[in-house]
């Protein structure tokens, strides 16, 4: 079966720290990859997506950035926090990226609070 | 560029009375379209999504959404609401490229609160 695991669930990082944070998908090959930010009124904030190993779209200019450096393997990282980056952030894949059947797969969740 | 409005930010119905929670999209081809529900302290789950075919879809516990192209809508609807489907309810939108999905975009969700 189609899985994905997110970590770690919650982190509490001083300002000016490095951040990583990795999902990884099992049962799938060649996913669409995404990692999300969801604040409060703002909805999920795609960030960052995938299509292939290397293969990195940003949406959003900002502090952050990513990397597929396996194909079932994807960071979100960061060299230096800002307060502005706390918030929630939610991996997910696209099970099949073709046409009448497509879903996209949700992790768990990482609670970021920058102090 | 594509993009998903959900005008409404928070919405209180009373149990029992039917529920229809409004999504407008931005996208110059035919989208692929999803309602996703995030209940507290859990992770999204997929409601329904439309790709083509009958306009009315129909998803999981009784949710149903009409694709209508002439008005960028794919509005949720349930005749009726219990308690349990108090949540945030996300719509969104799939991009395509050279016939695969690239880009899902979410709108900024709509918080449902069901009254006794």
């Known amino acids: 079966s189609q899985t994905i695991h997110q970590w770690p669930a919650t982190l509490v990082q001083p300002v000016g720290s490095p951040l990583s944070l990795e999902c990884t998908v099992e049962g799938t090959s060649n996913p669409n990859l995404y990692w999300y930010r969801q604040a409060a009124g703002r909805g999920l904030q795609l960030l960052f997506y995938?299509?292939?190993?290397?293969?990195i779209s940003s949406e959003v200019p900002q502090n952050l950035s990513a990397s597929r450096p396996q194909d079932r393997q994807f960071i979100l990282s960061s060299k230096k926090l800002l307060l502005s980056d706390s918030g929630f952030y939610l991996c997910a894949f696209l099970a099949h990226r073709t046409a009448g059947n497509t879903e996209a797969f949700f992790g768990q969740g990482t609670r970021l609070t920058v102090v | 560029a594509q993009s998903v409005t959900q005008p409404d930010i928070h919405i209180t119905v009373s149990e029992g009375a039917s529920l229809e929670l409004r999504c407008n999209y931005s996208?110059?081809?035919?989208?692929?379209l999803f309602w996703y529900v995030q209940s507290p302290g859990q992770g999204l789950q997929l409601l329904l999504k439309y790709f083509s075919g009958d306009t009315l879809v129909q998803g999981i516990k009784g949710f149903e959404a009409e694709f209508k192209r002439s008005q960028s809508s794919f509005n949720l609807r349930k005749p009726s609401v219990h308690w349990s489907d108090a949540a945030e309810y996300f719509c969104a939108v799939g991009a395509m490229r050279g016939g695969a999905t690239n880009k899902l975009i979410f709108g900024t969700g709509t918080l449902l609160a069901v009254q006794p």
């Open positions: 996208y110059g081809a035919t989208p692929y």
């Open positions: 995938s299509v292939g190993i290397g293969q």
